[in-house]
């Protein structure tokens, strides 16, 4: 596996100070993380930014209250404040249009994002990202009731990551545990999801919301994936009226990650071919 040669850059869009990742030329391909403790886009992304930036345009923001991306006092986290704080990233970029890929929460955002403005999204990839049939899991439950400890954290990527435990090394929980305590961001984290100001769990989308999305879509899932059953994607391909599914055995949640060779040969000639 090759990892990211991206250095983190920052650029304001809308108001915030936004931290992500640019490698590459040609054609710009978003992609969006997802919405774990210690999650960025260098951690979500980092053995995918360097083969796919070959082809593509890599952009890789840390959404509002992730990684190194401020985190302003007046923020509501919510779905709709996630978006458009990713639509403000690409105005400041100046692109248009742009194929996205999206981890999980990343993946719900391109689908409102598929949603508000079909025009500027070209295609997406959806991996492990919750649709309808979304329900509470073990692994959802687990990932929103993490306490900061690095034991905590090595238990967590183990148990509801991934399905081979040696993927989670030693550096692995490091810059996850160090990333989950940094100045805030445990907090954030709390309140996105536990404080009823903000609205950080209300992810759902309906049956009609997600037959008017046009545009060219891969599903990808791990069949043993905890945290967003397979189950999820399997009724979304069902409903999506240009989409594909690609499920990788003995996988779990993280298939950029577990299988990040195949992950992007597959994103790359699925953009290429699509």
């Avoid at 409102?112 to 070209?122: F, K, L, N």
């Avoid at 949640?253 to 060779?261: N, V």
Wanted: glycine share 8%.
């Amino acid at each position: 596996m090759t990892t990211t040669v991206a250095q983190p850059q920052v650029l304001d869009a809308g108001g915030i100070k936004t931290s992500y990742l640019d490698a590459g030329s040609g054609e710009p391909l978003l992609m969006l993380h997802g919405s774990g403790p210690g999650v960025s886009a260098t951690a979500n992304w980092q053995y995918n930014i360097e083969p796919l930036s070959r082809r593509f345009h890599v952009l890789a923001p840390d959404i509002v209250g992730f990684g190194a991306t401020e985190r302003p006092e007046h923020v509501v986290y919510s779905l709709r404040n996630w978006t458009d704080h990713v639509w403000a990233f690409l105005d400041a970029q100046n692109i248009e249009r742009t194929t996205i890929v999206g981890n999980s929460l990343g993946g719900r955002i391109a689908l409102q994002m598929a949603t508000d403005h079909p025009e500027r999204v070209r295609r997406m990839v959806l991996m492990g990202a919750p649709g309808v049939g979304m329900t509470p899991t073990e692994g959802l439950t687990a990932l929103r009731a993490y306490e900061p400890s690095h034991e905590a954290m090595r238990n967590l990527l183990r148990n509801y990551f991934a399905v081979d435990p040696s993927l989670i090394t030693d550096e692995l929980v490091a810059i996850r545990y160090e990333a989950s305590i940094a100045d805030g961001a445990y907090e954030a984290y709390r309140a996105m999801f536990f404080d009823p100001r903000y609205k950080g769990s209300e992810l759902g989308i309906t049956v009609e919301e997600v037959r008017a999305i046009n545009t060219p879509t891969l599903l990808v899932h791990g069949r043993e994936d905890q945290v967003v059953p397979l189950a999820v994607s399997v009724t979304m391909l069902d409903l999506l009226p240009n989409a594909d599914l690609h499920v990788f055995s003995r996988c779990g949640h993280w298939t950029q990650i577990e299988r990040a060779d195949e992950f992007s040969a597959l994103v790359a000639d699925y953009l290429e071919r699509s």
